[in-house]
Protein backbone atom coordinates (compact mmCIF):
# COMPACT_ATOMS: atom_id res chain seq x y z
CA UNK A 1 0.00 0.00 0.00
CA UNK A 2 1.27 3.35 -0.76
CA UNK A 3 2.87 5.26 2.29
CA UNK A 4 1.93 9.29 2.74
CA UNK A 5 2.31 11.48 5.79
CA UNK A 6 -0.01 12.43 8.73
CA UNK A 7 -0.60 16.14 7.10
CA UNK A 8 -1.70 14.13 3.81
CA UNK A 9 -3.64 11.77 4.96
CA UNK A 10 -6.09 14.64 6.72
CA UNK A 11 -5.90 16.72 3.31
CA UNK A 12 -6.85 14.05 1.66
CA UNK A 13 -9.98 13.36 4.10
CA UNK A 14 -10.71 16.69 4.25
CA UNK A 15 -10.52 17.03 0.09
CA UNK A 16 -12.95 13.79 -0.17
CA UNK A 17 -15.48 15.26 2.55
CA UNK A 18 -15.63 18.57 0.33
CA UNK A 19 -15.70 16.57 -2.47
CA UNK A 20 -18.70 14.82 -1.71
CA UNK A 21 -20.94 16.83 0.34
CA UNK A 22 -21.35 20.90 -0.75
CA UNK A 23 -22.30 22.09 2.91
CA UNK A 24 -18.46 21.06 4.30
CA UNK A 25 -16.53 24.07 4.35
CA UNK A 26 -13.51 25.55 5.77
CA UNK A 27 -12.96 28.35 7.99
CA UNK A 28 -10.00 29.26 10.45
CA UNK A 29 -6.00 31.42 10.23
CA UNK A 30 -4.28 31.61 7.87
CA UNK A 31 -5.63 28.37 6.21
CA UNK A 32 -6.46 29.66 2.43
CA UNK A 33 -3.62 31.08 0.59
CA UNK A 34 -0.72 30.20 3.22
CA UNK A 35 -2.11 26.21 3.59
CA UNK A 36 -2.73 26.63 7.54
CA UNK A 37 0.45 27.30 10.09
CA UNK A 38 1.02 23.23 9.79
CA UNK A 39 0.23 22.80 5.69
CA UNK A 40 -2.65 20.48 6.92
CA UNK A 41 -5.48 22.77 4.06
CA UNK A 42 -2.42 23.49 1.24
CA UNK A 43 -3.48 23.99 -2.21
CA UNK A 44 -6.67 23.66 -1.03
CA UNK A 45 -8.12 27.14 -1.68
CA UNK A 46 -7.31 26.46 -5.33
CA UNK A 47 -9.64 23.41 -5.81
CA UNK A 48 -12.77 24.66 -3.48
CA UNK A 49 -12.59 28.56 -3.68
CA UNK A 50 -12.62 31.81 -1.17
CA UNK A 51 -15.86 30.95 -0.21
CA UNK A 52 -15.11 26.61 1.32
CA UNK A 53 -11.70 27.79 2.39
CA UNK A 54 -12.02 30.85 4.64
CA UNK A 55 -9.37 32.67 6.35
CA UNK A 56 -10.52 34.12 9.45
CA UNK A 57 -9.19 37.24 11.60
CA UNK A 58 -7.78 36.28 14.96
CA UNK A 59 -11.03 35.65 16.43
CA UNK A 60 -11.27 32.48 18.06
CA UNK A 61 -14.47 33.15 20.64
CA UNK A 62 -16.58 34.10 17.19
CA UNK A 63 -15.05 32.10 14.74
CA UNK A 64 -15.53 28.67 16.67
CA UNK A 65 -19.06 30.23 17.80
CA UNK A 66 -19.81 31.55 14.14
CA UNK A 67 -18.69 27.93 13.30
CA UNK A 68 -21.41 26.53 15.90
CA UNK A 69 -23.97 28.75 14.32
CA UNK A 70 -23.44 27.84 10.73
CA UNK A 71 -23.68 24.39 11.91
CA UNK A 72 -27.48 24.69 13.17
CA UNK A 73 -28.66 25.60 10.08
CA UNK A 74 -27.44 23.31 7.37
CA UNK A 75 -23.80 24.09 6.99
CA UNK A 76 -20.86 21.15 8.61
CA UNK A 77 -17.91 23.66 9.29
CA UNK A 78 -14.67 22.56 9.73
CA UNK A 79 -12.66 25.03 11.88
CA UNK A 80 -9.14 24.89 12.75
CA UNK A 81 -7.25 26.16 15.83
CA UNK A 82 -3.62 26.86 15.21
CA UNK A 83 -2.79 25.61 18.23
CA UNK A 84 -5.04 24.33 20.49
CA UNK A 85 -4.03 26.49 23.46
CA UNK A 86 -6.09 28.62 21.97
CA UNK A 87 -9.07 26.44 22.06
CA UNK A 88 -9.31 28.29 25.73
CA UNK A 89 -10.23 31.18 23.82
CA UNK A 90 -13.14 29.08 22.38
CA UNK A 91 -14.34 27.16 24.66
CA UNK A 92 -17.49 29.23 25.43
CA UNK A 93 -18.88 28.32 22.63
CA UNK A 94 -17.63 24.77 22.44
CA UNK A 95 -18.90 23.84 26.13
CA UNK A 96 -21.74 26.28 26.99
CA UNK A 97 -23.29 26.31 23.30
CA UNK A 98 -22.52 23.46 20.47
CA UNK A 99 -21.84 21.13 23.40
CA UNK A 100 -25.57 21.40 25.22
CA UNK A 101 -27.54 22.87 21.74
CA UNK A 102 -28.59 19.39 20.97
CA UNK A 103 -29.85 18.44 24.25
CA UNK A 104 -31.50 21.20 25.56
CA UNK A 105 -33.17 21.85 22.10
CA UNK A 106 -33.54 18.21 20.82
CA UNK A 107 -33.99 16.87 17.46
CA UNK A 108 -34.60 20.44 15.68
CA UNK A 109 -31.21 21.50 16.53
CA UNK A 110 -27.92 19.59 15.24
CA UNK A 111 -24.01 21.02 15.43
CA UNK A 112 -22.49 18.96 12.65
CA UNK A 113 -18.95 20.83 13.92
CA UNK A 114 -15.41 20.11 13.87
CA UNK A 115 -12.54 21.62 15.34
CA UNK A 116 -9.57 20.64 14.48
CA UNK A 117 -6.72 21.65 16.88
CA UNK A 118 -2.77 21.34 17.03
CA UNK A 119 -2.08 20.28 20.01
CA UNK A 120 0.79 18.54 21.41
CA UNK A 121 4.34 19.43 22.94
CA UNK A 122 7.94 18.77 21.60
CA UNK A 123 8.53 21.10 19.82
CA UNK A 124 9.98 23.26 22.18
CA UNK A 125 7.18 26.27 21.53
CA UNK A 126 6.93 27.49 25.31
CA UNK A 127 3.52 27.16 28.21
CA UNK A 128 1.03 28.19 25.30
CA UNK A 129 2.07 26.62 22.29
CA UNK A 130 2.32 23.11 23.49
CA UNK A 131 -0.55 21.96 25.86
CA UNK A 132 -2.92 18.76 24.91
CA UNK A 133 -6.05 20.42 26.50
CA UNK A 134 -8.15 17.35 25.39
CA UNK A 135 -8.82 16.24 28.88
CA UNK A 136 -11.25 19.45 28.93
CA UNK A 137 -14.05 18.47 26.64
CA UNK A 138 -13.55 14.81 27.53
CA UNK A 139 -15.40 16.07 31.09
CA UNK A 140 -18.23 17.88 29.39
CA UNK A 141 -20.88 16.13 27.74
CA UNK A 142 -21.98 16.40 24.40
CA UNK A 143 -18.97 16.72 22.73
CA UNK A 144 -16.66 14.11 20.99
CA UNK A 145 -13.27 14.21 21.28
CA UNK A 146 -11.18 11.98 18.64
CA UNK A 147 -7.11 11.87 18.67
CA UNK A 148 -5.61 9.55 15.79
CA UNK A 149 -2.36 8.25 15.91
CA UNK A 150 -1.52 7.42 12.10
CA UNK A 151 -1.88 8.54 9.01
CA UNK A 152 -4.87 5.97 8.50
CA UNK A 153 -6.30 6.65 11.19
CA UNK A 154 -6.19 10.62 10.82
CA UNK A 155 -8.14 10.41 7.13
CA UNK A 156 -10.67 7.51 8.44
CA UNK A 157 -11.21 9.22 11.49
CA UNK A 158 -11.49 13.17 9.84
CA UNK A 159 -13.93 11.84 7.29
CA UNK A 160 -15.98 10.27 10.13
CA UNK A 161 -16.01 13.10 12.27
CA UNK A 162 -16.70 15.16 9.62
CA UNK A 163 -20.33 13.12 8.59
CA UNK A 164 -20.93 12.87 12.75
CA UNK A 165 -24.27 15.11 13.48
CA UNK A 166 -22.13 16.03 16.52
CA UNK A 167 -19.44 18.50 17.47
CA UNK A 168 -16.20 16.64 17.58
CA UNK A 169 -12.76 18.14 18.76
CA UNK A 170 -10.41 16.43 16.70
CA UNK A 171 -6.99 16.40 17.96
CA UNK A 172 -3.99 16.71 15.94
CA UNK A 173 -0.45 16.03 17.23
CA UNK A 174 2.08 18.40 15.55
CA UNK A 175 4.95 15.74 16.03
CA UNK A 176 2.94 13.65 13.89
CA UNK A 177 2.37 15.88 10.47
CA UNK A 178 5.58 13.88 9.14
CA UNK A 179 5.12 10.50 10.42
CA UNK A 180 4.15 8.58 7.23
CA UNK A 181 2.28 5.27 7.22
CA UNK A 182 0.47 3.33 5.03
CA UNK A 183 -3.30 4.78 4.24
CA UNK A 184 -5.66 3.36 1.64
CA UNK A 185 -6.48 5.38 -1.61
CA UNK A 186 -10.35 4.85 -0.77
CA UNK A 187 -10.11 4.88 2.67
CA UNK A 188 -13.35 3.83 4.72
CA UNK A 189 -14.62 6.48 7.55
CA UNK A 190 -13.55 4.72 10.97
CA UNK A 191 -16.45 4.35 13.65
CA UNK A 192 -15.58 6.60 16.58
CA UNK A 193 -15.41 4.72 19.75
CA UNK A 194 -13.75 1.53 18.68
CA UNK A 195 -10.09 1.28 19.72
CA UNK A 196 -7.26 -0.52 17.73
CA UNK A 197 -5.08 -3.23 19.29
CA UNK A 198 -1.72 -2.22 17.66
CA UNK A 199 0.15 -4.94 19.33
CA UNK A 200 -0.78 -7.73 20.92
CA UNK A 201 1.05 -8.93 24.38
CA UNK A 202 0.17 -11.07 27.53
CA UNK A 203 1.88 -9.38 30.54
CA UNK A 204 0.99 -6.12 30.56
CA UNK A 205 -2.12 -3.43 28.73
CA UNK A 206 -0.75 -0.15 27.77
CA UNK A 207 -3.14 2.01 26.86
CA UNK A 208 -2.21 5.42 24.78
CA UNK A 209 -3.65 7.93 22.16
CA UNK A 210 -2.28 10.39 19.53
CA UNK A 211 1.91 10.92 19.82
CA UNK A 212 1.96 9.00 23.03
CA UNK A 213 0.73 5.89 21.20
CA UNK A 214 3.27 6.22 18.73
CA UNK A 215 5.97 6.70 21.74
CA UNK A 216 4.25 3.62 23.33
CA UNK A 217 4.92 1.87 20.44
CA UNK A 218 8.84 1.64 20.18
CA UNK A 219 8.21 1.03 24.10
CA UNK A 220 6.86 -2.23 23.00
CA UNK A 221 9.56 -3.28 21.24
CA UNK A 222 12.01 -2.57 23.73
CA UNK A 223 9.50 -4.19 26.25
CA UNK A 224 10.11 -7.10 23.92
CA UNK A 225 14.37 -6.83 24.37
CA UNK A 226 13.17 -7.08 27.93
CA UNK A 227 11.38 -10.56 27.29
CA UNK A 228 8.00 -8.53 27.95
CA UNK A 229 5.33 -8.69 25.87
CA UNK A 230 2.86 -5.80 26.19
CA UNK A 231 -0.50 -4.95 24.30
CA UNK A 232 -1.07 -2.17 23.38
CA UNK A 233 -4.19 -0.28 22.52
CA UNK A 234 -4.65 3.43 20.71
CA UNK A 235 -7.70 4.95 22.21
CA UNK A 236 -8.64 7.01 18.61
CA UNK A 237 -11.17 8.72 20.36
CA UNK A 238 -11.65 9.61 24.14
CA UNK A 239 -15.21 10.64 23.57
CA UNK A 240 -17.03 7.81 22.96
CA UNK A 241 -14.11 5.48 24.37
CA UNK A 242 -13.82 2.15 24.15
CA UNK A 243 -13.75 1.41 27.60
CA UNK A 244 -15.07 -2.52 26.77
CA UNK A 245 -11.53 -3.29 24.45
CA UNK A 246 -9.74 -2.07 27.43
CA UNK A 247 -11.20 -4.34 30.21
CA UNK A 248 -11.29 -6.89 28.17
CA UNK A 249 -7.53 -6.57 27.24
CA UNK A 250 -6.95 -6.05 31.63
CA UNK A 251 -8.98 -9.56 31.90
CA UNK A 252 -5.85 -11.16 29.86
CA UNK A 253 -3.06 -9.31 31.47
CA UNK A 254 -3.85 -8.77 34.67
CA UNK A 255 -1.95 -5.29 34.75
CA UNK A 256 -2.82 -1.47 33.30
CA UNK A 257 -0.95 1.57 32.39
CA UNK A 258 -2.32 4.69 30.95
CA UNK A 259 0.26 7.14 28.62
CA UNK A 260 -0.62 10.07 27.94
CA UNK A 261 0.13 13.60 27.18
CA UNK A 262 -2.06 15.84 28.87
CA UNK A 263 -1.22 16.40 32.40
CA UNK A 264 -1.47 13.92 34.97
CA UNK A 265 -4.12 14.94 37.52
CA UNK A 266 -8.14 14.18 36.14
CA UNK A 267 -6.48 13.32 32.99
CA UNK A 268 -7.74 10.59 31.06
CA UNK A 269 -5.35 8.23 32.19
CA UNK A 270 -7.16 8.72 35.55
CA UNK A 271 -10.65 8.02 33.36
CA UNK A 272 -9.36 5.21 31.94
CA UNK A 273 -7.61 3.66 35.57
CA UNK A 274 -10.60 4.03 37.46
CA UNK A 275 -12.96 2.80 34.66
CA UNK A 276 -11.32 -0.40 34.83
CA UNK A 277 -10.80 -1.00 38.46
CA UNK A 278 -14.66 0.02 38.42
CA UNK A 279 -15.05 -2.97 36.01
CA UNK A 280 -12.32 -5.60 36.17
CA UNK A 281 -10.79 -5.02 39.73
CA UNK A 282 -10.69 -8.84 40.39
CA UNK A 283 -8.64 -9.56 37.70
CA UNK A 284 -6.20 -6.27 38.17
CA UNK A 285 -2.38 -8.54 39.78
CA UNK A 286 -0.68 -4.78 40.46
CA UNK A 287 -1.55 -1.24 40.82
CA UNK A 288 -2.93 0.61 37.90
CA UNK A 289 -0.23 2.77 36.52
CA UNK A 290 0.07 6.17 34.63
CA UNK A 291 2.41 8.17 32.78
CA UNK A 292 1.51 11.44 32.01
CA UNK A 293 3.21 15.32 31.85
CA UNK A 294 4.29 16.70 35.16
CA UNK A 295 1.94 18.87 36.25
CA UNK A 296 3.13 22.01 35.72
CA UNK A 297 3.28 24.06 32.48
CA UNK A 298 5.39 23.29 29.64
CA UNK A 299 8.62 25.22 29.40
CA UNK A 300 10.15 25.84 26.28
CA UNK A 301 13.47 25.22 27.30
CA UNK A 302 14.62 21.60 25.64
CA UNK A 303 15.88 19.76 28.55
CA UNK A 304 12.85 20.83 30.89
CA UNK A 305 10.53 20.19 28.13
CA UNK A 306 11.47 16.64 27.86
CA UNK A 307 11.72 16.20 31.47
CA UNK A 308 8.08 17.19 31.86
CA UNK A 309 6.74 15.06 28.89
CA UNK A 310 6.45 10.74 28.71
CA UNK A 311 8.79 9.25 26.73
CA UNK A 312 9.57 5.48 25.25
CA UNK A 313 11.69 5.80 28.34
CA UNK A 314 9.82 6.77 30.89
CA UNK A 315 7.08 3.86 29.64
CA UNK A 316 9.52 0.82 29.99
CA UNK A 317 11.03 1.92 33.30
CA UNK A 318 7.75 2.34 34.37
CA UNK A 319 6.33 -0.76 32.46
CA UNK A 320 9.42 -2.59 34.34
CA UNK A 321 8.59 -1.31 37.55
CA UNK A 322 4.99 -2.76 37.34
CA UNK A 323 5.62 -5.79 35.87
CA UNK A 324 7.98 -5.86 38.98
CA UNK A 325 5.37 -5.38 41.30
CA UNK A 326 3.41 -8.77 41.83
CA UNK B 1 -52.02 43.89 6.37
CA UNK B 2 -53.05 47.36 6.59
CA UNK B 3 -51.60 50.15 9.16
CA UNK B 4 -54.29 49.76 11.52
CA UNK B 5 -54.04 46.09 11.19
CA UNK B 6 -50.53 46.06 11.91
CA UNK B 7 -50.93 48.39 14.84
CA UNK B 8 -53.24 46.70 16.39
CA UNK B 9 -51.50 43.36 16.17
CA UNK B 10 -48.09 44.92 17.84
CA UNK B 11 -50.17 45.97 20.77
CA UNK B 12 -51.65 42.88 21.16
CA UNK B 13 -48.32 41.31 20.68
CA UNK B 14 -46.67 43.65 23.52
CA UNK B 15 -49.56 42.99 25.97
CA UNK B 16 -49.02 39.78 25.29
CA UNK B 17 -45.29 39.68 26.49
CA UNK B 18 -46.35 42.54 29.34
CA UNK B 19 -48.50 40.00 31.12
CA UNK B 20 -46.56 36.84 30.20
CA UNK B 21 -43.60 39.08 32.29
CA UNK B 22 -45.91 39.98 34.87
CA UNK B 23 -47.40 37.02 35.53
CA UNK B 24 -43.56 35.20 35.74
CA UNK B 25 -42.66 37.16 38.16
CA UNK B 26 -45.96 36.73 40.14
CA UNK B 27 -45.45 32.75 40.05
CA UNK B 28 -42.04 33.22 41.05
CA UNK B 29 -42.90 35.17 44.19
CA UNK B 30 -45.51 32.71 44.93
CA UNK B 31 -42.83 30.03 44.52
CA UNK B 32 -45.06 27.98 41.88
CA UNK B 33 -41.87 28.39 39.73
CA UNK B 34 -38.24 27.37 40.36
CA UNK B 35 -34.75 29.05 39.21
CA UNK B 36 -34.50 32.48 37.67
CA UNK B 37 -35.94 34.62 34.95
CA UNK B 38 -35.05 37.98 33.26
CA UNK B 39 -38.25 39.65 32.26
CA UNK B 40 -38.69 41.90 29.07
CA UNK B 41 -40.93 44.26 31.27
CA UNK B 42 -40.74 47.70 29.33
CA UNK B 43 -39.20 46.51 26.26
CA UNK B 44 -41.65 45.24 24.39
CA UNK B 45 -41.42 47.59 21.69
CA UNK B 46 -38.10 46.22 20.78
CA UNK B 47 -38.77 42.81 20.08
CA UNK B 48 -42.05 43.07 18.57
CA UNK B 49 -40.81 46.05 16.36
CA UNK B 50 -37.80 44.05 15.06
CA UNK B 51 -39.74 40.89 14.52
CA UNK B 52 -42.78 42.44 12.66
CA UNK B 53 -39.68 43.73 9.93
CA UNK B 54 -38.23 40.01 9.55
CA UNK B 55 -39.61 37.50 6.77
CA UNK B 56 -41.14 34.27 7.64
CA UNK B 57 -37.97 32.62 6.66
CA UNK B 58 -35.63 34.61 8.47
CA UNK B 59 -33.46 33.85 11.76
CA UNK B 60 -33.53 35.17 14.99
CA UNK B 61 -31.01 34.44 18.14
CA UNK B 62 -32.02 36.10 20.97
CA UNK B 63 -30.38 36.31 24.62
CA UNK B 64 -31.08 35.75 28.75
CA UNK B 65 -34.10 37.86 28.41
CA UNK B 66 -35.44 35.96 25.37
CA UNK B 67 -39.23 35.64 26.70
CA UNK B 68 -40.45 38.65 24.44
CA UNK B 69 -38.55 37.75 21.36
CA UNK B 70 -40.06 34.44 21.26
CA UNK B 71 -43.54 35.87 21.55
CA UNK B 72 -42.91 38.77 19.18
CA UNK B 73 -41.71 36.03 16.40
CA UNK B 74 -44.51 33.67 17.41
CA UNK B 75 -43.60 31.38 19.42
CA UNK B 76 -46.50 29.48 21.50
CA UNK B 77 -46.74 31.40 25.11
CA UNK B 78 -47.98 27.93 26.38
CA UNK B 79 -44.90 25.92 25.91
CA UNK B 80 -42.35 28.70 26.91
CA UNK B 81 -44.56 29.00 30.07
CA UNK B 82 -44.23 25.16 30.79
CA UNK B 83 -40.24 25.33 30.19
CA UNK B 84 -40.34 27.73 32.98
CA UNK B 85 -42.63 25.52 35.02
CA UNK B 86 -39.88 22.38 34.10
CA UNK B 87 -42.47 20.61 32.01
CA UNK B 88 -42.19 18.00 29.71
CA UNK B 89 -44.15 20.11 27.39
CA UNK B 90 -42.22 23.37 27.53
CA UNK B 91 -39.58 24.44 24.35
CA UNK B 92 -36.96 22.53 25.76
CA UNK B 93 -38.62 19.56 27.85
CA UNK B 94 -38.18 21.56 31.33
CA UNK B 95 -34.04 20.96 30.34
CA UNK B 96 -33.49 24.52 29.29
CA UNK B 97 -35.82 26.93 31.72
CA UNK B 98 -35.87 30.09 31.02
CA UNK B 99 -32.97 31.24 29.42
CA UNK B 100 -32.76 28.01 26.68
CA UNK B 101 -35.33 28.13 24.05
CA UNK B 102 -35.88 27.59 20.31
CA UNK B 103 -38.20 27.10 17.60
CA UNK B 104 -35.97 26.02 14.68
CA UNK B 105 -39.92 26.25 12.58
CA UNK B 106 -39.99 29.86 13.45
CA UNK B 107 -36.67 30.15 12.87
CA UNK B 108 -35.85 30.93 16.18
CA UNK B 109 -32.77 29.26 16.83
CA UNK B 110 -32.72 30.24 20.68
CA UNK B 111 -32.37 31.98 23.65
CA UNK B 112 -28.78 32.34 25.04
CA UNK B 113 -27.86 31.97 29.35
CA UNK B 114 -24.43 33.34 27.96
CA UNK B 115 -23.78 37.44 27.76
CA UNK B 116 -22.31 37.80 24.27
CA UNK B 117 -22.58 34.47 23.52
CA UNK B 118 -25.17 34.68 21.16
CA UNK B 119 -23.60 36.88 18.69
CA UNK B 120 -21.07 34.58 17.41
CA UNK B 121 -24.13 31.95 16.74
CA UNK B 122 -26.12 34.85 14.85
CA UNK B 123 -22.46 35.80 12.66
CA UNK B 124 -22.36 31.92 11.96
CA UNK B 125 -25.62 31.60 10.77
CA UNK B 126 -25.34 34.43 8.22
CA UNK B 127 -22.12 32.97 6.98
CA UNK B 128 -24.04 30.02 6.35
CA UNK B 129 -27.06 31.81 4.68
CA UNK B 130 -25.00 33.82 2.51
CA UNK B 131 -22.86 30.42 1.40
CA UNK B 132 -26.01 28.50 0.87
CA UNK B 133 -27.52 31.16 -1.38
CA UNK B 134 -30.34 31.35 0.79
CA UNK B 135 -31.37 35.85 1.01
CA UNK B 136 -32.15 34.73 4.35
CA UNK B 137 -31.34 37.43 6.86
CA UNK B 138 -30.10 37.01 11.12
CA UNK B 139 -31.80 39.06 13.63
CA UNK B 140 -29.16 39.38 16.78
CA UNK B 141 -30.59 40.29 19.71
CA UNK B 142 -28.57 41.32 22.57
CA UNK B 143 -27.84 44.17 25.35
CA UNK B 144 -25.96 47.13 26.38
CA UNK B 145 -23.40 44.73 28.14
CA UNK B 146 -22.94 42.04 25.39
CA UNK B 147 -21.72 45.03 23.63
CA UNK B 148 -18.77 44.63 26.11
CA UNK B 149 -17.83 40.75 25.45
CA UNK B 150 -15.15 40.33 23.04
CA UNK B 151 -17.43 38.62 21.34
CA UNK B 152 -19.50 41.37 19.74
CA UNK B 153 -16.31 43.15 18.32
CA UNK B 154 -14.89 40.22 16.98
CA UNK B 155 -18.13 39.16 15.31
CA UNK B 156 -19.37 42.58 14.06
CA UNK B 157 -16.03 42.82 12.25
CA UNK B 158 -16.26 39.41 10.69
CA UNK B 159 -19.84 40.28 9.67
CA UNK B 160 -18.76 43.25 7.86
CA UNK B 161 -15.54 41.97 6.46
CA UNK B 162 -17.50 39.39 4.95
CA UNK B 163 -20.55 41.55 4.33
CA UNK B 164 -23.27 38.98 6.16
CA UNK B 165 -26.62 39.43 6.47
CA UNK B 166 -27.05 39.79 10.12
CA UNK B 167 -28.63 42.81 11.79
CA UNK B 168 -27.15 43.41 15.05
CA UNK B 169 -30.12 44.91 17.55
CA UNK B 170 -29.07 46.16 20.75
CA UNK B 171 -31.45 46.88 23.31
CA UNK B 172 -30.01 49.86 25.78
CA UNK B 173 -31.42 48.69 29.07
CA UNK B 174 -29.01 50.98 30.77
CA UNK B 175 -28.13 48.62 32.85
CA UNK B 176 -26.03 45.61 32.77
CA UNK B 177 -27.66 43.51 35.77
CA UNK B 178 -26.68 46.81 38.00
CA UNK B 179 -24.07 48.24 36.59
CA UNK B 180 -24.77 51.53 34.33
CA UNK B 181 -23.71 51.93 30.81
CA UNK B 182 -21.84 55.38 32.50
CA UNK B 183 -19.59 52.68 34.26
CA UNK B 184 -18.88 49.98 31.43
CA UNK B 185 -18.96 51.93 28.27
CA UNK B 186 -16.33 53.90 27.31
CA UNK B 187 -18.18 55.38 24.59
CA UNK B 188 -21.80 56.93 24.74
CA UNK B 189 -24.11 54.86 23.05
CA UNK B 190 -23.66 51.49 21.10
CA UNK B 191 -24.15 52.26 17.91
CA UNK B 192 -21.16 54.12 18.09
CA UNK B 193 -19.17 51.15 18.28
CA UNK B 194 -20.42 50.26 14.86
CA UNK B 195 -17.87 52.82 13.00
CA UNK B 196 -15.23 50.89 14.66
CA UNK B 197 -16.32 48.21 12.32
CA UNK B 198 -17.49 50.43 8.93
CA UNK B 199 -20.90 49.41 9.83
CA UNK B 200 -24.02 51.67 9.93
CA UNK B 201 -25.01 52.66 13.38
CA UNK B 202 -28.17 54.01 14.42
CA UNK B 203 -29.86 54.63 17.70
CA UNK B 204 -33.70 54.46 17.75
CA UNK B 205 -36.00 54.90 20.59
CA UNK B 206 -36.16 51.75 21.72
CA UNK B 207 -40.20 52.15 23.06
CA UNK B 208 -41.68 53.46 19.86
CA UNK B 209 -42.34 50.07 17.88
CA UNK B 210 -42.79 51.67 14.57
CA UNK B 211 -39.33 53.02 14.66
CA UNK B 212 -37.57 49.65 15.77
CA UNK B 213 -39.35 48.30 12.90
CA UNK B 214 -38.53 50.78 10.94
CA UNK B 215 -35.07 50.93 11.30
CA UNK B 216 -34.92 47.24 11.24
CA UNK B 217 -36.78 46.85 7.87
CA UNK B 218 -34.30 49.19 6.11
CA UNK B 219 -31.12 46.75 7.18
CA UNK B 220 -32.84 43.68 6.40
CA UNK B 221 -33.38 45.54 3.01
CA UNK B 222 -29.73 46.61 2.97
CA UNK B 223 -28.79 42.73 4.45
CA UNK B 224 -30.84 41.20 1.34
CA UNK B 225 -29.04 43.29 -1.33
CA UNK B 226 -25.82 42.10 -0.34
CA UNK B 227 -24.66 44.93 1.00
CA UNK B 228 -23.80 43.65 4.91
CA UNK B 229 -24.52 43.86 8.68
CA UNK B 230 -26.12 46.83 10.71
CA UNK B 231 -25.92 47.64 14.30
CA UNK B 232 -29.17 48.77 15.50
CA UNK B 233 -29.19 50.73 19.04
CA UNK B 234 -32.15 50.42 20.53
CA UNK B 235 -32.73 52.66 23.48
CA UNK B 236 -35.18 51.51 26.00
CA UNK B 237 -35.61 50.41 29.82
CA UNK B 238 -36.77 47.74 31.73
CA UNK B 239 -39.07 48.02 34.27
CA UNK B 240 -38.57 45.23 36.04
CA UNK B 241 -35.59 43.95 37.83
CA UNK B 242 -32.74 42.73 35.89
CA UNK B 243 -33.96 38.92 37.45
CA UNK B 244 -36.26 37.68 40.05
CA UNK B 245 -35.07 38.96 43.39
CA UNK B 246 -33.21 42.41 41.87
CA UNK B 247 -34.62 45.11 44.68
CA UNK B 248 -33.37 47.76 41.79
CA UNK B 249 -31.20 49.84 44.66
CA UNK B 250 -28.91 51.05 41.95
CA UNK B 251 -32.15 52.94 40.41
CA UNK B 252 -33.70 55.75 41.65
CA UNK B 253 -37.28 56.27 41.38
CA UNK B 254 -36.98 59.35 39.76
CA UNK B 255 -35.34 57.60 36.80
CA UNK B 256 -38.24 54.48 37.13
CA UNK B 257 -40.84 57.53 37.33
CA UNK B 258 -39.35 58.75 33.72
CA UNK B 259 -39.09 55.66 32.15
CA UNK B 260 -42.38 54.51 33.34
CA UNK B 261 -43.82 57.53 31.73
CA UNK B 262 -41.80 56.55 28.32
CA UNK B 263 -43.06 52.67 28.49
CA UNK B 264 -43.54 51.77 25.31
CA UNK B 265 -47.65 49.87 25.98
CA UNK B 266 -49.29 53.35 27.30
CA UNK B 267 -46.89 55.25 23.97
CA UNK B 268 -49.12 52.50 21.28
CA UNK B 269 -52.39 53.00 22.91
CA UNK B 270 -52.47 56.39 22.57
CA UNK B 271 -51.37 56.26 19.18
CA UNK B 272 -54.35 53.75 18.68
CA UNK B 273 -57.20 56.01 20.31
CA UNK B 274 -55.44 59.12 18.58
CA UNK B 275 -55.29 57.36 14.99
CA UNK B 276 -58.91 55.68 15.98
CA UNK B 277 -57.74 52.75 15.62
CA UNK B 278 -59.50 51.20 18.47
CA UNK B 279 -61.77 52.72 21.07
CA UNK B 280 -61.37 52.30 24.89
CA UNK B 281 -64.00 49.04 24.84
CA UNK B 282 -61.76 47.61 22.33
CA UNK B 283 -58.17 48.32 24.21
CA UNK B 284 -59.77 46.64 27.07
CA UNK B 285 -61.23 43.50 25.32
CA UNK B 286 -57.77 43.33 23.61
CA UNK B 287 -56.17 43.14 27.45
CA UNK B 288 -58.91 40.87 28.36
CA UNK B 289 -57.82 38.62 25.50
CA UNK B 290 -54.21 38.65 25.87
CA UNK B 291 -54.41 38.12 30.09
CA UNK B 292 -56.86 34.87 28.64
CA UNK B 293 -53.58 33.99 26.80
CA UNK B 294 -51.43 33.86 29.88
CA UNK B 295 -54.09 32.28 32.20
CA UNK B 296 -54.09 29.07 29.57
CA UNK B 297 -50.79 29.38 29.51
CA UNK B 298 -50.24 28.64 33.31
CA UNK B 299 -53.31 26.48 33.23
CA UNK B 300 -51.31 24.26 30.50
CA UNK B 301 -48.10 24.47 32.27
CA UNK B 302 -49.91 23.12 35.70
CA UNK B 303 -51.63 20.45 33.93
CA UNK B 304 -48.18 19.32 32.47
CA UNK B 305 -46.19 16.44 33.83
CA UNK B 306 -42.91 16.73 35.02
CA UNK B 307 -40.46 14.97 32.43
CA UNK B 308 -39.41 11.60 33.64
CA UNK B 309 -36.39 10.79 35.24
CA UNK B 310 -36.17 8.00 32.08
CA UNK B 311 -34.97 10.52 29.91
CA UNK B 312 -32.19 12.10 31.07
CA UNK B 313 -29.31 10.63 29.49
CA UNK B 314 -31.58 10.71 26.65
CA UNK B 315 -30.40 12.94 23.33
CA UNK B 316 -27.11 13.71 24.70
CA UNK B 317 -25.98 13.15 20.83
CA UNK B 318 -27.63 13.29 17.45
Given at each position: MREITYTEALREGLREEMELDASVFLLGEDIAGYGGAFGVTRGLIDKFGAERVINTPISEGSFVGAAVGASLVGSRPVVELMFMDFIALASDQLVNHAAKLHYVFGDQAKCPLVVR???GAGRCYGPTHSQSLEAWFVHTPGIKVVAPSTPADAKGLLKTAIRDNNPVLFME??????????????ADPIPLGKARVVAKGEDLTIVAYSAMAMESEKAVIELHEHGLSAELIDLRSLCPMDIDSIVESVKKTGRLMVVEEGHRTAGVGAEVACRVFEEAYDYLDAPIRRVASVDVPISASPPLEQALLPSCEKIVTAALELIGTD | MGEKNKLLDYYRTMLLIRFFEEKVEDLFRRGAIKGTSHPATGQEAC????????????Y???THRGHGHMIARGGDPSKIMAELFGKESGYSRGRGGSQLMADFQLGFLGSNGITGGGLPLATGVALSAKLRHTRRVVACFFGDGASNQGTFHESLNMASLWKLPVIYICENNLYAMSTNIKNSMAVKNVAERAAAYAME??????????????????ARVKAKKGDGPSLIECATYRLSGHSRGDPRKYRTAAEEKEWEAKEPIKHLRKLLLKKKYMTGKESTAIRKEARQIIAEAVKFSKRSKFPDESTLTEGLFA
Open positions: AVGHKLLYNERGPVPRI | AVGACAALGKKDVTSGVRVDGNDVLAVHDAVHM
